[in-house]
């Protein structure tokens, strides 16, 4: 059953499905025909952005035919608070990074603080290469420039959507499509 704060779904779990199988073949390909290094000895450091890319993450690395491993960071951003923008790190990486490709797995870029700040404390530790997928891309929203190199889907318009990783509240992580939250429960 639809939630009610549901206005619409905007991305079917089949049109997920086809565009992270895009993604991940157009993403393994690159990395393929890059670099010249050893895969396995020093394979891609996948970095999932807990918790929204989760779901996301899972698909699109379950289609790429490539050698890997994977981390994952947590952060919070404040939001409301003294310092909009500022970010906390509350799961930093396992692995050192150092020499390695790295490739970060967020679920949206929305105004590019989030993105901004954990590249620039990954780029310090002088990863081999630092590339960013992201499912969703709202370019219209944007306060901080940031590099993307792979989108999933570009929303071009303000909307708020949960689904496939992505929260309200903490809900809503677990439906299998994207769907628009309704505007009078936005928050903005
Ligand atoms: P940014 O720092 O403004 O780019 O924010 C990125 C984070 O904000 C994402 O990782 C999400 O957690 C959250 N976010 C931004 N837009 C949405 C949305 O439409 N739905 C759910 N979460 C969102």
New binding site residues.
Partial sequence: MKPEILERVIYSPEEIAARVRELARQIAADYRSGGGRDPYRRPLLVVG?LK??LPFMADLTRAMDIPMEYDFMAVS?YQGGTSP?E?RILKDLDSPVGARDLLIV????????????ILRRLKVREPASLRVCTL?D?PA???VE?PVDYVGFT?EEN????GYG???AELYRNLPYIGV?KPEYQER
């Fill in positions: 952005l929204g890319a951003s923008g970010v967020e679920d949206i870029v929305d105004t590019g603080h989030t993105l901004d700040h969703l709202k929203r944007r306060e940031v929303l909307l708020f959507v949960v992505l929260d309200y939250v």
